[in-house]
């Protein structure tokens, strides 16, 4: 069975990573929710959060590990020596790892972008070129480095376009729960 873990750090965009779970869970993908730091996770707006799981090396067993974005979370996730290990480790068994928002700055530390394409919230790419060497920023809403094992996203706003894509990597075809949602609905509307 498919194993996703979306990782929270207090600051977090809520709306990214549970966006991220929501879907999962609605398709049957089991999906945990890590705490960075402890099971109750505060929320960049005020939203406190309850966890399946605190941080520990299971996080390798996983298929997908996923971050979502804020800037104080982003933070938390890129200074944590511990996570940085078990992200490399994981990168190094070629299993896929997401971050949208202001997270890609913890994959781009963890060097998870040297070489890669991906995206993030505007202006936060500047500190991944800082961070990463030669990542290749694109404008578009989710970007998939097949090479890199990679998914990037933008920002709150594209945070379930990030979770179907999530869905798609993992060999999951996501046009039922998409019209579920209404998104087919949304994307004809534009």
Request: aromatic letters at 8%.
């Amino acid at each position: 069975m498919t194993k996703v873990a979306v990782v929270f750090a207090p600051g977090c965009e809520e709306v990214e990573g549970l966006s991220i779970v929501d879907v999962l869970r609605r398709m049957g993908i089991e999906t945990t929710m890590v705490g960075l730091e402890g099971i109750k996770v505060p929320g960049a707006h005020g939203i406190e959060l309850t966890c399946d799981h605190v941080l520990d090396d299971h996080l390798l067993d996983y298929d997908l590990v996923a971050f979502p974005g804020g800037w104080g979370g982003a933070e938390k996730l890129r200074d944590n020596e511990r996570l940085a290990d078990l992200m490399r480790q994981r990168n190094q068994h070629r299993k896929w790892n997401a971050a949208m928002c202001a997270a890609p700055i913890t994959l781009a530390k963890y060097g998870l972008l040297d070489g890669r394409d991906y995206t993030c919230f505007p202006g936060i790419n500047e500190e991944v070129d800082r961070l990463a060497k030669n990542a290749r920023f694109k404008e578009t809403i989710t970007v998939v480095d097949e090479a890199g094992k990679v998914v990037t996203s933008r920002g709150p706003a594209t945070a379930l376009a990030f979770a179907y894509q999530i869905a798609e990597v993992l060999g999951y075809d996501t046009k039922q729960i998409k019209h579920e949602m209404l998104y087919d609905y949304l994307m004809e509307q534009r």
